[in-house]
């Protein structure tokens, strides 16, 4: 059986792409794809030669990103069926080893279901927007994700077949379509194998054609879509709790049970339009994300309660809401992960016949 296939999307390329075309013809690969994104008329001729090593060559008339690139390099091997086996994307930069795509794609082929990052070690010599842009970032995926990844801004990655499928309908079209990868693949069941891979960077990273402010501002966007959506919602139930609170200043369960009413008919639609995209969730995702609704807000209940109780917050003039603060600050983690990975999981209908095509 091949390896999987390799996809490399190029825009303004130069000799290291064809030199890497033509080291990894040799190799067991199912397909060697390169995605022409609108590069300049003079770039022709590179393509000209690796579509004479033996490489797939498709091409965009003007420059849409690296996330088109990697959906049209994608769909053309399903439809080919060659991508039934894997795709493995690769930079054109000459910064993956020949050696470390295949491994990536030895790793996908062992752990067929499994989103594989080849992922770097960032030491002495990584440029320093390398370095900041993958800390921060990695830092901000494992709140929300509750994934450890050591490397979320590696290009060379090992993609089922299965989840390059789901992945042509993904949003981002640039540089965030890989951070909307990362973000999906938990919760449409793709767990993600993480191999250590070397670390090559050519005269400061400088080839790289990612925008450091721009492309990070649309990356952090998704990333706090949901704390957006929640602080909305925030917003909501704690000026219901104050109000009811105020009213009933004795029952303080029902300024919590109707301040969190309020505010969930909100979160829920927000969450559902908005952060996770859902619009064919589950028909019993609402009983799910209610049944989730009443455990946070027992467990709201029971922290301000506990606060109230034994810190010095229970005796000190508005304490009740310093400590509902506090309170909901620790369960907004809890209630993302479990809307993300309960309340509106996804569940793939077509993914066993498309395993069985594979085999």
């Known amino acids: 059986m091949p390896l999987p296939c390799v996809l490399i999307p190029a825009y303004q390329p130069d000799e290291r792409l064809v030199t890497l075309v033509g080291d990894l013809m040799p190799m067991d690969f199912a397909a060697v794809a390169v995605v022409d994104d609108g590069s300049d008329a003079d770039r022709a001729p590179l393509f000209a030669r690796c579509e004479a090593l033996g490489a797939q060559v498709l091409r965009h008339i003007s420059n849409h990103g690296k996330g088109r690139a990697l959906k049209t390099g994608m769909e053309a091997l399903l439809a080919s069926g060659e991508g039934a086996y894997g795709v493995v994307t690769a930079d054109a930069d000459g910064q993956h080893a020949p050696e470390d795509i295949r491994k990536v794609a030895e790793a996908l082929a062992a752990n067929p279901a499994a989103l594989v990052l080849g992922v770097r070690d960032f030491g ?154 859902r619009r064919n969730h589950p028909k019993h995702a609402i009983l799910r994300y209610y049944a989730l609704v009443l455990g946070i807000m027992l467990a709201s209940y029971l922290l301000i309660s506990a606060f109230q109780a034994f810190t010095a917050l229970g005796a000190s003039p508005g304490g009740i809401y310093v400590a509902k603060l506090i309170a909901d600050f620790g369960l907004y983690f809890v209630s993302y992960t479990l809307q993300r990975d309960f309340v509106y999981k996804h569940h793939p209908k077509n993914r066993g016949a498309e395993d069985e095509n594979r085999a």
């Open 124 to 277: 002495k010599g990584t440029p320093l927007r390398s370095q900041l842009g993958n800390g921060i970032t990695k830092v901000l995926f494992g709140l929300v994700n509750g994934s450890f990844v050591r490397d979320t801004q590696t290009g060379l990655r090992g993609i089922p077949g299965a989840f390059c499928r789901e992945l042509l309908d993904l949003k981002g079209e640039r540089y965030e379509f890989e951070m909307n990868m990362l973000l999906e693949a938990k919760p449409l069941g793709h767990p993600i194998v993480q191999v250590r891979i070397g670390t090559i960077y050519i005269e400061g990273n400088r080839s790289s054609h990612f925008d450091v402010l721009k492309d990070s501002v649309r990356i952090y966007r998704l990333l706090f879509a949901f704390a957006g959506s929640s602080l909305f919602a925030t917003g909501i139930d704690y000026a219901v709790f104050a109000l009811v609170h105020t009213l009933v200043p004795d029952v303080l369960i029902a300024a919590v049970a109707i301040a969190r009413a309020a505010s969930s008919l909100v979160n829920f639609a927000v969450n559902r339009h908005l952060v996770f995209r």
